[in-house]
């Protein structure tokens, strides 16, 4: 089974000889996996072996535990807690990842009980971790942030996991609206890179889609999803116990402490520090730290900032009444747009 997806500003082919982790690769895609196109050439070639055998480890030196490398490439021998043992190689312009699911008997039991979690972990391993640190070889920084275009131009939702970013980014969809990204994105500090997933809400209806942490659904990713946006302001969004949704201008300082803090503590980021910084000490290339400080104060300081402060629900309700809905993106922008154009 073959396949090709855009994520965060990388083209990634996929050739997947096991049945059940291609089901996963393709929920992840989110409806953006495709035929490969062989006129165009990958930069991240993943591979899923059928083979349950460890690599060959010969002539290779410890790197860290858990991780050696040697002439086939950096060979993890359980990929952050996942079950796969990867060999990764960088080759030229390309990224070279080989996989081979190998669990112990903790391991198994831990993705029958938390089956959730483990189809998280197996995304990020074998996806969204080797295009991050890919992309990062090329000048991009991870970002926990949403990307999409609204009536008041193409906007960055930054701030922490729970504030309802998804939940925005999910009713401007439905409102026509399209985004890059979710959660995650890479930036070289002008274009944002969507990271492909599932959209993750708390307002899907019961029944409909996986059943992920906190209370959310996942769902196919609806609509086009542009691969990159420019965005023209960012919004740091939080939640608080007030009646009513506001907006407001915040210095570029500001904006971009929350754009790396927010990166910074994002769980689905969790596993990836250490991932990507054993692959640059092995490999020699990109950062040694991602360029997250770097590329968001580079965000911050050519945008507009604003601070947007979503209504508590159990304020709003009180003092507004059930029927009431948050204003859009566009009406909530307005007045800065009436008065100084965009």
């Not at 860290?64 to 040697?70: D, E």
């Not at 080797?130 to 991009?140: D, I, K, Q, T």
């Not at 729970?162 to 990204?181: H, N, P, Q, Y």
């Not at 919004?235 to 803090?261: F, G, K, N, Y």
Request: net charge positive.
């Amino acid at each position: 089974m073959r396949g090709r997806l855009h994520t965060a500003g990388e083209i990634v082919d996929i050739d997947c000889r096991v049945d059940w982790i291609w089901s996963l690769l393709v929920e992840a895609a989110a409806g953006g996996m495709t035929a490969p196109v062989d006129s165009v050439a990958p930069t991240v070639q993943l591979v899923v072996e059928s083979s349950r055998q460890r690599f060959d480890d010969g002539g290779s030196v410890r790197v860290t535990r858990g991780a050696r490398l040697g002439p086939t490439g950096l060979i993890f021998a359980d990929a952050c807690a996942s079950g796969f043992s990867l060999r990764i190689k960088p080759c030229a312009d390309q990224l070279l990842v080989i996989a081979r699911y190998r669990p112990d008997a903790k391991i198994r039991a831990a993705a029958t009980v938390l089956r959730s979690r483990f189809h998280l972990i197996t995304r990020s391993v074998l996806v969204q971790y080797p295009a991050l640190w890919w992309a990062g070889v090329h000048g991009r920084a991870p970002l926990h942030v949403s990307a999409l275009t609204s009536d008041a131009g193409p906007i960055l939702l930054a701030g922490p996991g729970g504030v309802g970013k998804s939940t925005l980014v999910a009713r401007e969809i439905s409102a026509g609206s399209v985004a890059a990204c979710d959660n995650l994105a890479v930036s070289d500090g002008v274009d944002v890179f969507g990271v492909a997933e599932p959209i993750r809400t708390t307002t899907g209806r019961p029944g409909a889609g996986r059943r992920v942490a906190h209370g959310r659904r996942e769902a196919p990713w609806p609509g086009e999803r542009p691969l990159s946006l420019r965005p023209e302001r960012i919004a740091v969004v939080q939640l608080r116990d007030v009646a009513q949704t506001s907006c407001e201008p915040i210095p570029d300082d500001v904006a971009s402490r929350s754009l790396i803090t927010g990166t910074l503590m994002a769980g689905e980021l969790r596993r990836y520090w250490a991932f990507g910084a054993t692959l640059a000490a092995a490999s020699g290339l990109g950062p040694a730290l991602p360029a997250v400080e770097g590329v968001a104060r580079r965000l911050a300081a050519a945008l507009p900032c604003h601070l947007l402060t979503l209504a508590h629900t159990s304020a709003a309700t009180a003092k507004r009444g059930p029927e009431t809905p948050t204003p859009s993106l566009g009406k909530l922008f307005a007045p800065e747009l009436d008065g100084h154009g965009r």
